[in-house]
T-cell receptor
């Protein structure tokens, strides 16, 4: 079975401060990990995926297989980063399992 | 992203009514999915389809049914709606890996 855990439901940071969203997973094989973002009143969209190793909007995430984690980080949060963030895992069957989500609020 | 569309966008209905939510995509993907989003629970998979002849139950399929009318169309039905089916419903499509989501349908069952 595959499972994704996001321990923080809410995260509030000040503009310019670092932000880290935690994601832990359980999966017996080799998963593909994603971060999706949902801005207010908008659809979910892909933020980044671990195989691309890109930095999108200043966010990065590193897959740590030893700790089964895929934490999302940004060194300097911006107000436009306020959104709901979902960590997701895809196994060999191409189904996505989502975490419960973390709501990020960036304060001026 | 108008590649994945859902109708209706909002719907209020009564307990016991039959409801159909529709999803269309122009991305040419074979794989399509239906999720529901509830506060504190994230997105949960209801049904998914990997091609027109393939339909599979997700983790919360009870009370729902689907129809894959064509590669581009995937409908979700609630045969007899109940209040705990009040949620935001998302359709998604994928090729290999990334899923693309529709705008969502907000369903309220009174």
């Amino acid at each position: 079975a595959q499972r994704v855990t996001q321990p923080e439901k809410l995260l509030s940071v000040f503009k310019g401060a670092p932000v880290e969203l935690k994601c832990n997973y359980s999966y017996s094989g080799s998963p593909e990990l994603f971060w999706y973002v949902q801005y207010s009143r908008q659809r979910l969209q892909l933020l980044l995926r671990h195989i691309s190793r890109e930095s999108i909007k200043g966010f990065t995430a590193d897959l740590n297989k030893g700790e089964t984690s895929f934490h999302l980080k940004k060194p300097f949060a911006q107000e436009e980063d306020s959104a709901m963030y979902y960590c997701a895992l895809s196994g060999s069957d191409y189904k996505l399992s989502f975490g419960a989500g973390t709501t990020v609020t960036v304060r001026a | 992203d108008a590649d994945v569309t859902q109708t209706p966008r909002n719907r209020i209905t009564k307990t016991g009514k039959r409801i159909m939510l529709e999803c269309s995509q122009t991305k040419g993907h074979d794989r399509m999915y239906w999720y529901r989003q509830d506060p504190g629970l994230g997105l949960r998979l209801i049904y998914y389809s990997f091609d027109v002849k393939d339909i599979n139950k997700g983790e919360i399929s009870d009370g729902y049914s689907v129809s894959r009318q064509a590669q581009a169309k995937f409908s979700l039905s609630l045969e007899s709606a109940i209040p705990n089916q009040t949620a935001l419903y998302f359709c998604a499509t994928s090729g290999r890996g990334e899923q693309f989501f529709g705008p969502g349908t907000r369903l309220t069952v009174l």
